[in-house]
């Protein structure tokens, strides 16, 4: 099965230019990006992107460069048009994924090992859909959530009449989260007609792959946090500054 990498990220956010921002002296991206070649089972590497800066330090780790179109890089802009295209413009070059890595160019928080352990999991089960990476969180379980109603108060967004829910966390079933620092997308195995929403790219049979941290940069103290991450994990670069 061919395996191909997708670094994705547009260059219009809130945080300016926060995928290619300095961390120990490597632009963001560089993070993602580098932790996918060091997978063997990987075979080829392109980067999606509306911005010509992105595109330029993707490629300068190996990734070949997929201009996104304006239409699939505003702020409501669904990942899943991304793919869709960069899939198409892999197609022009004679690369056509079995199964794809889509990762996600405003983190560090991706390890070779993960990415490497949730393509092994497509391959060694091909009826999975997607293997991605959640963390459990139980503090801020669906159950705990609210919502408010048209007086303005809160209420609970579900329907607990019938069934008496525990105040305790730990009574509650297990909670997870999508991590979105990168996904393995099974493309043989995909029906999105099927697939668990919202993200019905991902298919219906989507496995976990816990990990204990992960999530996404939006401010300057986010770096910081990164920063601390790479250094607890040894994944400084030896060329860092």
Known sequence: MKV?????????????????LPVFGKPLLYYPAVAAKQVELISDFFVSS???????AA??????????????AKPDSQHVDVIDHALEEMKKVGVKPNILVVLLANTVMVKKEWVKDCVQGILDNPTLTTVAPVYREMDHHPFRAKQLNEDGLLVPFFDFSKNKISTNRQDLPASFFLCHNFWVLNLDAIDRKAGLAPWTFMGDKVKPYEV????????????????????????????AS
């Open 4 to 20: 191909v990498a997708l670094l994705t990220g547009r260059g219009n956010n809130t945080l300016k230019d926060k995928n290619i």
């Open 50 to 56: 509306d911005d010509p800066k992105i595109l330029t």
């Open 59 to 72: 490629e300068q780790v190996g990734y070949k460069k997929i201009v996104r179109p304006d239409e699939f």
């Open 212 to 239: 204990e941290e992960a999530f996404d940069v939006h401010t300057m103290d986010d770096i910081r946090i990164c920063e601390n991450w790479l250094l607890e994990n040894n994944l400084i670069p030896n060329n």
